[in-house]
């Protein structure tokens, strides 16, 4: 099937495009849309975090869960929201930590465009859910996609810094190669967990200090 996702994506995964599971997603979304059900994110924001971030650039990636399912909230990028859209609690305390961490104020603005567009790749391992419906699409087949994302990533590249915060996304450690990457972990910046852990895990920094060892240039974590 024509998956439109960037082109260097689209080379690096065209196995799993034509796998079974894959065309299931497809005729699953397809059966929703015609039932007139509301997906997050719209549909020409499924791959955004693809799109934003080319495989090429990839140096650093922060693996959410599942996309946000209120209005105008999701646009394919974990934990970032669209332009003129309120703080969610999550995305409040990783700018609260990014904040205490590095002194870049708080931000207003929850959109993380910014930070995809210099290599931060943004990966939530659902690409999509039902409106007011959180994990709704969790079992129809994205997890083995976006498994199959960290497989391709930790395989063909070197060096690329992974920020798992929180069980979910710890979980996916064993499919990172620790060999060759710098896998950083840390609570869920969750109100419900981030003073477990998250809160002073400095992780920005981090980052950035493993980016410069590597000769490459650091992010800017300040989202405006």
């Known amino acids: 099937m024509d998956v439109k996702i960037e082109s260097e994506w ?4 065209s196995d799993e495009f034509s796998k079974p599971y894959f065309k299931q997603i497809a005729h699953y979304l397809k059966t929703e849309k015609a039932q007139k059900k509301i997906i997050y994110p719209p549909g020409n924001f499924i791959f955004n975090a693809f799109d934003k971030t080319p495989f090429s650039k ?29 703080l969610p609690p999550s995305l ?3 700018f609260k930590e990014l904040q205490s961490d590095t002194g870049i104020p708080i931000s207003p603005v929850g959109n993380l465009t910014k930070w995809a567009n210099q290599g931060v790749f943004l990966l939530n391992a659902s690409l999509s859910v039902r409106a007011s419906e959180p994990m709704s699409h969790a079992k129809i087949g994205w997890a083995e996609f976006t498994d ?6 930790s395989q063909h590249k070197k060096g690329i810094i992974f920020l798992l915060w929180g069980k979910f ?13 710098f896998i950083l972990k840390a609570a869920h910046p969750s ?3 981030a003073h477990n852990g998250f809160f002073g895990c400095r992780h920005f920094s981090k980052t950035n200090e493993l980016l410069i060892k590597q000769g490459t240039h650091p992010i800017d974590w300040n989202p405006q």
Do not use: M
Not at 67 to 72: E, K, L, Q
Not at 173 to 178: C, E, P, T, V
């Open 191 to 193: 109100p419900l967990s």
């Open 92 to 94: 409040q305390n990783i």
């Open 169 to 181: 996304a710890q979980e996916k450690q064993y499919l990172i190669d620790a060999s060759k990457h």
């Open 10 to 13: 689209k080379q690096v995964l």
């Open 148 to 153: 199959a994302v960290i497989k391709a990533i």
């Open 58 to 86: 990839i140096k650093v990636v922060i693996l959410g869960q599942d996309p946000y399912h209120g209005a105008g909230q999701a646009h394919g990028l974990s934990f970032s929201v669209q332009d003129g859209i309120a």
